[in-house]
Every structure is written in structure tokens, then in C-alpha cells.
DNA sequence: TATTAGCACTCATCGAAAAGGAGTGCTAAT
DNA sequence: ATTAGCACTCCTTTTCGATGAGTGCTAATA
């Protein structure tokens, strides 16, 4: 990459400083009055034309101010931007009712920072392959159902009914059954339970290997069932606040990816992959792994919940996002979902 | 309400239907050659003047064809309107797959009516209040937490963490409880639990009265904790396609009202209490209990699960919809849906 | 008396033309 | 190297007339 020196770093900056707040192109004049460099419009206009032939502004029409290019996005966000040192209290919103559902703790994560963005935002709900298991308890439900409940770190309660023929299967069977499972299992990532470890369990649990396996099956299914649905998003309204979101075309499309969500797991798998340094990467407009969010900004961040369940927090927003707000946002709350299950919510 | 000669009841539902079909105002033109009465412009011209003095029609503005009104949808609905005899075969995308999980099942259903009809949907998970209490079950899951795990009829699981104090509870304790719990409770709706109940067990419980009532109060509140919200839609983006509801703004707001769903609720609680014969309910413009819907229409029907556990189905469109098409499928939809549950399983 | 042909009138919509204005690029002067 | 000056571009907004669908009314007709 081309450098920039650094009168031409100060106006990119304030060209592109300039276009976040107002969203609109910004001209040669607006930047000869708005920086400290005491130049006129006319060396301005020079210097524009430069920037635009590396690549960094664009013109929408000829006789139009400059608007920051995808390059020129991302020459901000890794070089210009500053870090704000944020006071703590600035997050003062945040305070996250303590809740032991998961899924009303994430609920309303993404409702807060939908709120304090004023950006569309979603998380998923952390994956759970990597999730210890804390407990087990069969039960029978009726003449012909068990009932499997699950509960893995963190106190995720999966259930799961389980229809067998249960002739010859009394409540003492049950107890022991339940004590296998647990012995066996507990303190074990579901992605460690293998092979040789059911076919132990099943061997121990002699005549009753049947529902042992569906057991097994029952875990797996209730755990991976909707591991790919388990997305909660809120603010997609928000893409109306910014008019190059908002025309119906493109509004559509997103407020559809929104609602399918499809595509929002696919984006969000590409971050969990393929994590970074920091853990928040930015993708702007066509770096962007999803071909609807082109115009788009999206920012992501995973969080972890203990060993290896990890789940990711998504900000999508225009272009032209406050790159910063949404970063810092991004850190604090990551930060807060770290802590939040790890420790035992006794002092209330 | 005035009696419409048989001459204007023709014109009046030509002029609907047409106006469903195309979307644009109709002309008195339209009208002459559509219908078979032979009457030439003129004439449709005078009896489209009574009919708008009478207040079933409206002119956007003075050179236009006439809409119907608010009113005129409602003649339609309640008088014009040919039941289609339809064939049971047209239902056939209706094949609701058997799971066990009844989130699964609601989403699945509105995912389909979305994509039958082609408007807004929603569904609310049935009340549970009425349910009746079929197995309950509390297991120690760690040092200081119980896991409540209560099942309705239904096959409708929920849980809830307990914390408290376990000192001096052993499994022994647990089993008592649990044994206590169930001889009491089951086969009781939520809403029979009354204090005499309540009394009687805390009295059998001796010392462990406290959990018993810590326990009651975790059914209480895993029941009602999210019922507001436990409401499934899809097809939102469906509005887009009806240009009179694409408009940004109007637009914006429906979107908005399905994202907070807070709205929807009390749509749906109305329907609840307002119940009909038919159980199938259409509010036409402003007879929508919510100001947001006022340029829609809104049909909805309730379901019932089994005794008492009645839920809701909504479908959202233009005023123009298809009413017919729509108040079949919801038809279908309910008979099915109260089907669905009842009857075991088994033969798959 | 009911129907219809004829006609003037209204008004949304569309397109072309004109005005306005922001901003550029280039040239010549400093 | 910087800047003042100016012609030029092109988007945006406004204006204006043409178009056409559709009405309401009147007078003629069956």
C-alpha cells in the first residue's frame, strides 16, 4: 500500500470524519475551513484528486464532493481512527439484569446495543459442542415417554422428550440409569464423548443399552437441533434511520435477511472461524462474507462463556458507522458476557 | 344499516373485487363491461354516487375511480363474500411435520401461512394458565441449585433454576419432594393451584416448606415469566409487496410493530377475549384495536391445545387481501392445530 | 321513469425545460 | 508551492403544459 503523507492522512481523515457525521459528499472548501492546516479550497481540490486516484475517495458524479471508498474505510479504521479512552461510566447502560435463562440475557444484550447504537445488531447463542456437561436426569414422563434434561456449564437447560417402549423399565432402573449417565458424562465437552465412552455406557448399562444410545441420540439432537437458528437480533428498524439504507430495494433485502436469519448465522460462523487478535473485526461494504450486506458495514465480536463456547455479537450498520462507538460498545459488552455466567450470581 | 337493492349489492362487489385483484381505483367503465347487468357508464355512474353517499365507497380524488371503504369491506366480508368450497387437496403444503417441541411446530406453522398467503403472519404459544400440570421434577444440579422441570400437557417443557439454601437436603429429601409434588399437583390446571392447595402441601412438606414454596413460585414464574413474548411471526417483509403499505414510513412502522411484537400481543389477547362462534375474527382498517394496523387489515383465529389452552393466529395484509383465501387457510390451519397435539403420536 | 349519449370539467401523473447551486478542474498569477 | 478566478458539469428542484382517466351533469331517448 501506497503511503500517505501526512498532510494528505490529515485530509483523508477529515474528508472522512467529515462524511460519517453529515453522510454527505464532502467538497474541498468544507475541509479548507474544517482543518488546522490553513490551505485553500483550490490546494484541497489538488490534493482530493490524488486521493482519489490511489483509491482512497470517490466521486458519486463529476461535479460532486468526495466520498470515502471501501479502501478509504478500512485506511481509517486500522490507521486513523483514535481510540477513545472511554470512562466506564459511559457504559452505565449496560447493566444486564442478572437472569439465569440464557436466552433473556441475550435477548436483551441485543436490544441494548440496538439501543445505545441506534445500528441493527444480533448474537448467537454460544455454541455448545464445546460445553461441559453438568448434568443429566432422565424421567418418565408417562406410560410411554422419558424426558431428558440436560444441563450444560453455564446452566443452558436443554430438554428433550424421548418416546421408547418402556415395558420393563421401573423407577428403580430410572435412578440407576440416571446415576450412569451422570458419572459417566458429567465434566465432559459434548464434543468428547466418543465412541469408546458410549460403548462403555453401554456395556455398563446391560439390557438397558437400548435407551442409552437413545439417550445419547437425545443429547445430540436437543443440543445441535436449532444451534443454527439460535440467533436473536433486534433494531432492524434502525436501517431506516440512514436514507442510503432506507430506499425500499435495499431496506427490503436486509430487513429479510433479518427475518430469515439465514444468512446472519452464515456471517457469523465466518467470524467465529476466522478470529483475530483483538476478536472484533470489521468488514466493510464488499469485504462483507454475505453478498446483502455489500453497502453494509458489519461488525462483529465473539464472546466466550467458559471453555470453548463461544458465541458471537454482530453490529450492521451503513457504511458510514461510527466506527468507534460501535467498537468500544463491542469491547465492553464482550468483556461483561465473559464475566456474566462464569461466576455464581450469589451476591445480589 | 340501509338495504342495498339488489342492482347496488351487484355493483358493490363488483367494484371489490376488482379492486382486490388490481389494487387501482375502479371506474365506472370497468364496472359497465365486467358485470352482466348491461347497464351502460352512465347508469353505474349514478348508482356508484349513491353507493359512495352511502358511504360503502370512496374517491381518493375527484377524477378517480372509486375504493372500497371501511365499510364497504365489511359488507363484503359479512354478506358478499362466496365461501369457496374448497378442495381439502389445496391445503396440501399445510403438512405440518410431527415434533415433539411445540416452538418448533408454531414457527413452522406461521413460516408456512406466510408463504400460502403471502401477507404477515403470527401465532401465539397457547396460555398455559389453563394447562394442566402433568410431571414435575426437582433435581439437585449443584451445590446451591435446583432444576424445576415441569411439564404440561402438551408435551410443553419449562424450566427453571432454583437457588437456595440446600443444607440438610439430601436425595432422600428430593425424592419425598418430588413424589409430594406430583401426587398433589398433577392433573391440576396452573390456575387451580389456589392457596388451600398451596397450604395443604406446604403443611405436608414440614421443614422443607420453604423450597415447596420456592418451587411454586418457580412454576408461577416459568409459566408466565415470557408469555407476553412468546409470539412466533414470519413474513413481515411480505408488506413490501402491497405498494398502499410499502411506502417507507407506514412501512417502517409495521416492521417495527412485528420486531417489538408488544403490539402484536395485545392484538392477539383482544381476539382472546373477544371470542365469536366461528372463531375466526377479521378487523377491518380502524376496527383494529391497534393504531398501527389502521391502513391494514387483520384476521385472526384461535386454536385450542387441549382443554382450556387456547393460542392465537394472526395474519396482517392490505385492507385489499385476499379474505377469502386467507380465512380458509386459517380455518384449515385451526382444525389442524387443534388436532395436532391431542392425539399421541405413535403412529409415524 | 329509467337509461344513455354527450360534453365540460377535475386532477393525478408524466416529461421536458429551465433555474439554481454546489463543486470541480484548469490556468494564470503570486 | 499555493491560490484566486472562472468556465464547466451535473444533480436537484421547480415550473409548466400535455395527457388521460374518470367524473357529474344535462338533455335526449326508449
Redesign the pocket.
Known sequence: MEHLDERKTKILKAIIQTYLETG???????ISKYTDL??????I??E??DL?ELGYIV????????IPSDKGYRFYVDNLMEEKDREVSEMKDFVIERTEKMEQVLKQVVKMLATNTNYATMITAPQYQQGKLKFIQLSQVDEEQLLAVIVLEGNIVKNKIIRTDLNGLDNEHILKLNLLLNTSLNGLALNQINLATIAKLKEQAGIHSEIVSKVLDAIAESVSEDEDLEIYTSGATNIFKYPELADSGRAQQLISAFEEKQQLVSLMNDTLSDEENTGIQVYIGSESPVQTMKDCSVVTATYELGEGMKGTIGIIGPKRMDYENVMDNLKTLKNQLDGIFKKPPEQK
Chains 1, 2 share one sequence.
Open positions: 454527505e459528499p464532502v467538497g474541498s472548501r468544507t490553513n490551505l485553500s479550497s483550490a490546494t481540490r489538488n482530493m484528486s482519489e466521486q458519486p458524479h463529476t461535479s460532486a464532493g468526495r
